[in-house]
């Protein structure tokens, strides 16, 4: 059973960072495309960024490009979220979804395996 854990989720003033954490068990981590979604209160869960299985590629949605890094230790079975320069408008609960796939990912209907989320707060 593929499990996702995230951590790394907090309460931060605007222009903060803070750096996600999501570890994935019972799977092969290396054959998993991975991405970081968020969902605020009243709106649809939205992808931020995903990385292809071999790291060679990622996508960021566009408000988070130059702020959000989105990177993968395959030897930890860990992908990351660095997030700089946060803003108000990023508070959200954040996710890790999987999917054992050789292409980018970047629809949440595609992703098979999920994680239960960690919560982002950006105050002004």
């Known amino acids: 059973q593929v499990q996702l854990v995230e951590s790394g989720g907090g309460l931060v003033q605007t222009g903060g960072s803070l750096r996600l954490s999501c570890v994935v068990s019972?799977?092969?981590?290396?054959?998993?495309?991975m991405g970081w979604f968020r969902q605020a209160p009243g709106k649809d869960r939205e992808l931020v960024a995903a990385?292809?299985?071999?790291?060679?590629?990622?996508y960021y949605a566009d408000f988070v490009k130059g702020r959000f890094t989105i990177s993968r230790d395959n030897a930890k079975n860990t992908v990351y979220l660095q997030m700089n320069s946060l803003k108000p408008e990023d508070t959200a609960v954040y996710y890790c979804?999987?999917?054992?796939?050789?292409?980018?990912?970047?629809?949440?209907?595609?992703?098979?395996?999920w994680g239960q989320g960690t919560q982002v707060t950006v105050s002004s």
């Open positions: 019972g799977g092969t981590f290396s054959m998993y495309g």
């Open positions: 979804a999987a999917k054992d796939s050789f292409v980018l990912i970047t629809t949440v209907s595609e992703y098979d395996y």
């Open positions: 990385i292809r299985r071999n790291a060679y590629f990622t």
